[in-house]
């Protein structure tokens, strides 16, 4: 690699954006936002047909990998203390993270600063090498309730961020028909939310929040109030739509078995203030198919996780 590093031209119509985006010309090229990256000691020209301001910045390969990033990070609440505390931590992009650890231990926290819902009280939250100082683009977080809007159908409930953002009908539709096809509900387009099932009305938020095509997913306990065996179809469907489309992507559970399944790394964090306790690798391939579950090296998971939450459940 050249010792310069890699150049990231991010050209915006927003003068807030402040991220580098390493996906491909055309992807951006469609969402309005145009990228291009050389691995060269001069910054490439710009093109030609566009008057859209322009940031440049300098990344290392390690920086591009490393997509999100804790310095120093940790978070207060008046009335409750410290409830944070993570001195270091990097993820890598496309990468699945879940967080495992006991009620109150700081996961849901960990999930809001990330969103920037809140501001760490000391330290910063790095997202794609620059702060996190405002909602990022290309984020999705999906919550334990679906939240579904009662009084739309199933096709305006997923193109809802596109209604909000003054997409024209024929778009929304679009984007509602594709999201609805990735969580098998193409034909539920007409429903409404009280002539769904739970777990139906958590395909449909699932589907809202994919729709926008994020970078990041924030998933904070989505299936913990569904049956075993809905919650674990959700979990298949859930592995294959990362595999797919490679989102880095982050999960609070409580559930073991839900965390040896759809993660590549597991973070066990301590009772308040929640630490990192441990770190588990997870190599198994994605997707991961129902009869992984039964596989040797998942139930070793299991067995590791269980292991490391009884050591820390007092510490």
Request: charge should be positive; proline fraction near 7%.
């Amino acid at each position: 690699m050249d010792e310069c590093g890699p150049y990231c031209l991010i050209l915006t119509p927003s003068p807030r954006s402040s991220t580098c985006d390493p996906r491909t010309w055309s992807e951006r090229q469609r969402e309005g936002v145009h990228c291009v990256a050389a691995l060269a000691r001069e910054v490439p020209a710009l093109p030609r047909f566009t008057r859209a301001p322009v940031r440049v910045f300098q990344f290392t390969g390690k920086e591009l990998a490393m997509f999100l990033r804790f310095d120093n990070v940790a978070h207060t609440y008046a009335d409750s203390g410290t409830v944070l505390d993570i001195p270091e931590l990097t993820i890598e992009e496309g990468s699945f993270v879940a967080l495992i650890g006991s009620s109150g231990c700081g996961k849901s926290t960990f999930l809001r600063l990330l969103s920037s819902l809140e501001r760490p009280s000391t330290g910063t939250v790095h997202i794609a090498g620059a702060p996190a100082d405002g909602t990022p683009d290309s984020l999705a977080m999906v919550f334990q309730e679906p939240a579904l809007l009662p009084w739309l159908t199933v096709e305006n409930n997923i193109a809802l961020p596109f209604r909000l953002t003054g997409k024209k009908r024929s778009e929304r539709r679009k984007a509602a028909e594709r999201g609805a096809r990735r969580v098998g509900l193409a034909d539920a387009l007409s429903l409404y939310p009280n002539q769904l099932s739970g777990g139906m009305k958590m395909r449909v938020s699932l589907a809202r929040a994919l729709a926008t095509e994020p970078r990041l997913v924030l998933l904070d306990e989505p299936f913990a109030a569904l049956d075993e065996i809905t919650r674990n179809s959700l979990n298949e469907d859930l592995s294959l739509l990362h595999h797919r489309n490679r989102w880095t992507t982050v999960l609070v559970t409580h559930s073991v078995h839900e965390a040896a399944f759809l993660a590549d790394r597991i973070l066990v964090l301590s009772p308040r203030p929640g630490r990192i306790a441990a770190d588990l690798s997870n190599p198994a391939p994605q997707p991961r198919p129902a009869a992984y579950r039964e596989d040797s090296s998942c139930l070793k998971t299991v067995t590791a996780l269980h292991r490391k939450l009884r050591e820390h459940a007092f510490a």
